[in-house]
């Protein structure tokens, strides 16, 4: 199946500071998601990004299709952001998204 | 909209025990999965269903079984719990191949 590597795998920011997620993926894919799961538990969906870029607010997704990786972005971090990102990706509309190992984010006041 | 909701949100069980992990969704979504996470690692993908009446496994099936005879209801069943089975599970739907929204996750303890 298609592989997914994030990094780093641990990140610890000072409040304010700007970051850069990886995601690498070892095949061509039609879905690419990013999620944010809280200190809660809660998974909330922060971007649909197949190819292109996106933002949203502080956030913000690129993703290069023919290179195969997706980068995100997050600006003037806060202690809200905290938790881990994933990212996830589907091959060919089978409905099964391959999750990586997340990037535990850490943002310190 | 409830979105989708899990029940329980914590159980405990022992070992050789069944039970069935609740899912249901509000958005009229043809696409319903269930996912366990493990310390560590990312979400892996157990049983997914594209429609009622239809379901297929995905990537760690094995000691688990599923239906889906509504839209709205996708439950998870253990058929007899192993210490394996420890996980948090989390119910996911969505329409079409976009976005994806996760339910809160219930916390399972098998002894």
């Known amino acids: 199946g298609i592989q997914v590597e994030q990094s780093p795998p641990d990140l610890i920011l000072q409040e304010g500071a700007n970051s850069t997620l990886r995601c690498n993926f070892s095949?061509?894919?039609?879905?690419l998601q990013w999620f944010h799961q809280n200190p809660w538990g809660q998974l909330i969906n922060l971007f649909y990004?197949?190819?292109g870029t996106k933002q949203n607010g502080r956030l913000s997704a690129t993703t290069v299709a023919t290179e195969r990786y997706s980068l995100l972005y997050i600006s003037s971090s806060q202690t809200t952001d905290s938790g881990v990102y994933f990212c996830?990706?589907?091959?060919?509309?089978?409905?099964?998204?391959?999750f990586g190992a997340g990037t535990t984010v850490t943002v310190r006041a | 909209n409830a979105g989708v909701t899990q029940t329980p949100k914590f159980q405990v069980l022992k070992t050789g025990q069944s039970m069935t992990l609740q899912c249901a969704q509000d958005?009229?979504?043809?696409?319903m999965s269930w996912y366990r996470q493990d310390p560590g690692m990312g979400l892996r993908l157990i049983h997914y269903?594209?429609?009622?009446?239809?379901?297929d496994q995905g990537e760690v099936p094995n000691g688990y079984n599923v239906s889906r005879s509504t839209t709205e209801d996708f439950p998870l069943r253990l058929l007899s719990a192993a210490p394996s089975q420890t996980s948090v599970y989390f119910c996911?739907?969505?329409?079409?191949?976009?976005?994806?929204?996760f339910g809160p996750g219930t916390r399972l303890l098998v002894l």
């Open positions: 095949d061509s894919v039609n879905n």
């Open positions: 996830a990706v589907e091959q060919g509309g089978d409905y099964k998204l391959s």
């Open positions: 996911a739907s969505r329409t079409g191949g976009l976005t994806q929204y």
């Open positions: 269903s594209v429609g009622a009446g239809i379901t």
């Open positions: 990004i197949p190819s």
């Open positions: 958005m009229n979504h043809e696409y």
